[in-house]
């Protein structure tokens, strides 16, 4: 698929994402978002980006875990796009 938009649920210690890449059919990295998360509390972390040119079926989040005190946890992660 194409990816246009990544929702990322959080369920504890909120906030500490700090970006987000899909990965290619050959397994390279890109990043579609980099930033502060304004998520607080149990909540979902939508972000709404370009239509991706390559292919997609992975995505990775990263966390800054020394930012938000507490266990930081996120519960699920969606990849929303299309097939053209």
């Known amino acids: 698929m194409h990816s246009e938009e990544v ?22 990295a890109h990043t579609v978002w980099a930033g502060n998360d304004p998520t607080t509390d149990l909540n979902y972390l939508i972000l709404k980006t370009p239509k991706t040119a390559c292919k997609t079926a992975r995505v990775k989040s990263t966390l800054a875990t020394k930012v938000v005190s507490g266990w930081n946890e996120t519960d699920a992660v969606q990849l929303v796009g299309s097939d053209q």
């Open 7 to 28: 929702r990322i649920r959080e369920s504890c210690g909120s906030g500490a994402v700090i970006k987000v890449e899909v990965f290619d059919e050959q397994g390279a």
